[in-house]
């Protein structure tokens, strides 16, 4: 007799599960990109003990009905792509159709959910594949809240990966603080353990969340620069040399308005600098790339924040002659004043 079986669902889903949610941020990543997804013009994201006690996002987007709130939780399934030709037009930041499903298989989820046409939103509880309280009527605002609790509960090895509180939080901030500079067309509100860590109007441009991000003081001195070719535009404020840090953190990178890395644009930003940059230290900068979808495949793994770009070498080249010209110019002086 054979051997092999094929496995359950809740099996498959929490071994999936480990592609997709590596920590707390990347959860509050996906349930970020499904709110903006939705359209949700205002964000608010809650976070207790880093976010593996309990995280929150809510949104005021469109919503779902009954059945969509159900189906949201199985695997591969999403309103975003129906057909294989449409995964070379994303225009949405998901397309899986796991994350959902994947976040349910290692934590206490419920859901709440209204559609603004309804009179009364929808509550679901679940945990792994089962539904453990609902569908039930529920009073609510419109839009979508997911209350994540427990995160790795049923799988300790994850758990036990997990770095402490304050450095699973700092990598939530983060999360927010790209997806913030990404639409700056929407508000965001990050608090942890009651207290407001972060948040933009939605209202002022990504001058007003560099500044919100930075520091006023700091987001002044960044000039802004731009460019463009056939293939792409790139558009980007960058800080002067003696702004540079000694980490990493401030190097922010979008694609079409989604946030991504990729080391050959970094070093293009890098070369852009060049020998202005002391040993040892990294500019400060926010670019924003803008091309034909087709030309990137965000498919590269579940995270989708891992780009290929079929004219990288363009793209790049185009970057750092921007970084060049910008840094050339004889008149270092501040672009634009802060408001907000
Ligand atoms: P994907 O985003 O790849 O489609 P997900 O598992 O993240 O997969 O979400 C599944 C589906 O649930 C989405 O396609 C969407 O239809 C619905 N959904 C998830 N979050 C929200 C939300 N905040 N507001 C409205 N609909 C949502
Ligand atoms: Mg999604």
Redesign the pocket.
Known sequence: MGVIQVMSDALANQIAAGEVVERPASCVK??I???L??K?KRIKIEVEEGGIRRLS?E?D????DEQ??V???S?H?????IHARDLTRIQ????????????AAVSKVS?T?RQSDQTHGIFLRIEGTSITDGPKPVGAPP??R?VVEDLFYNTPVRLKYLRSVQTEFSRIVDVVQRAALSRPDVAFLLSHEGRVVFQSSGRGGQRSVLAALLGPVEATQLLEASQSSVTCQVTAWLGLPQQARSNRNHAYLFLNHRPIRNLSLHQAVAAGYGTRLMVGKHPIYALFVDMDPILADVNIHPHKSEVRLSEERDVSQLITRMVENALSDKHLVPKWPVTS
């Open positions: 996906e349930l990109e499904n709110s997804d939705a949700a996002v949104d987007g469109v919503g779902m969509d709130a189906l949201a939780f695997r399934a999403t309103s975003k792509i949405t930041l998901g397309f899986r159709g796991e994350a959902l499903a994947a976040i859901l959910t839009g979508t997911i």
